[in-house]
Structures are given as C-alpha cells and as structure tokens.
C-alpha cells in the first residue's frame, strides 16, 4: 500500500477539525540594518470559517464601541481588529518563547497581547497563523 493510501485508509473524522495544532513562527527582528530571526512554535485553535467570522464580528463590535464611548464614530484599525482576533485564535507556545528574564509566560490574554503589541511578532504570528488556515506547508529548514 502506497503512502496515499495509507493515508486515505485511516479515514478522517470531524473531531481532527475541533482541537488545537502546532505550526511554526519566524519572527524577523530589525538589527543594524538587517533582519535576525527568532523562531518557536505556537499552538493555534481551529476554528471554522464560521467562527472566524463570528469571532471578527464580535471583535470589530466590541472595538467599535470602544472607539465610539471615546470619540464618536470612527473608523476600527485593521491591525486591532488583526490583534484581538490573534488573540482569540493563539493558544500557546513553547518554551522558547520567553518573558524577562528569560522566564517562561503563560498564554493568558494579556500575555498574547505584550507580544502582539511588536509589529515584527504581530506581523509572525499573522503569517503563521494564515498560511496554516489555508493550508500552505510551512517553511521547514534542511
């Protein structure tokens, strides 16, 4: 039996879409006119289409209610309404992602929000999480 059909003979259940996965991130960080690299894994939550609709609807509510208590209407910032659903969606990581001191963070909400606040993570933690989501291999090192 060839590997396909190993594959294809296991089967497939709906269970595999409701849990969480690992993926890769590279974060590329600016130093002296270049870009050093800095990578761990993260744990998303899979989600559906449907709950990722859901879940950027209940974000841009919520954002634009905010934005409004303060200013009146205004117009919601992609990257906010990016951030809180990375929030949402990013369960974890592993060890090498660290805090100061090179302690080691939980994956609160807070947490996810220190890191998602630097562009270069934010922008890492984006990526990562896209080309899982439309089923793009990620990068792997030889």
């Known amino acids: 039996m060839s590997e396909e059909e190993s594959t294809t003979a296991r089967g497939f259940s709906y269970d595999q879409l409701t849990t969480t996965y690992h993926w890769p991130v590279v974060v590329e960080m600016p130093q002296d006119g270049e870009f050093e690299e800095f990578e761990f894994t993260a744990e998303f939550r899979m ?68 890191w998602l606040a630097w562009s270069p993570m934010m922008r890492a933690i984006d990526k990562a999480y896209r080309e899982s989501a439309r089923g793009q291999e990620a990068v792997k090192e030889n």
Request: proline share 3%.
């Open 47 to 114: 989600v559906s289409q449907d709950e990722a609709q859901a879940i950027y609807d209940q974000v841009r509510t919520k954002l634009q209610a905010q934005i409004e208590d303060k200013n009146g209407p205004s117009m919601i910032p992609t990257n906010a309404v990016v951030k809180e659903f990375l929030v949402e969606v990013w369960v974890g990581w592993d060890n090498r992602l660290k805090g100061t001191n090179g302690v080691q963070m939980k994956a609160t909400k807070a947490n996810k929000r220190k």
